[in-house]
Nanobody, 121 residues
Framework: QAQLVESGGGLVQAGGSLRLSCAAS????????MGWFRQAPGKEREFVAA????????FYKDSVKGRFTISRDNAKNTGLLQMNSLKPEEPAVYYC??????????????WGQGTQVTVSS
């Protein structure tokens, strides 16, 4: 099984920025698309962003477009999610995943344990 470990979460003020990292092991990272999900307390888990294996195609949840940027470095088996202009209504546990990307669809197969992002007002 793939093993994914997120880091970079923490407390940030509304309007601030955080960069989340995802370190992959156990599988060939570059063989998969990757994506980020998040889950707020009492809410359903939702898709945030995805990137294909060659890093030439990205897709974002509408509400984060223009604020979040997904990227990857296959040589380092690492994925990144840069989050800017964070809103107080979107704190959540963020999950790194690897899976399959096709067009504007992404299906996660392997999941990390998550990293907490807290946004204060």
């Amino acid at each position: 099984q793939a093993q994914l470990v997120e880091s970079g979460g923490g407390l940030v003020q509304a309007g601030g920025s955080l960069r989340l990292s995802c370190a992959a092991s156990g599988r060939t990272f570059s063989s998969y698309a990757m994506g980020w999900f998040r889950q707020a307390p009492g809410k359903e888990r939702e898709f945030v962003a995805a990137i294909n294996w060659s890093a030439d195609s990205t897709f974002y949840k509408d509400s984060v477009k223009g604020r979040f940027t997904i990227s990857r470095d296959n040589a380092k088996n690492t994925g990144l999610l840069q989050m800017n202009s964070l809103k107080p209504e979107e704190p959540a546990v963020y999950y790194c995943t690897t899976g399959y990307r096709s067009g504007t669809s992404y299906s996660a197969k392997y999941w990390g344990q998550g990293t907490q992002v807290t946004v204060s007002s």
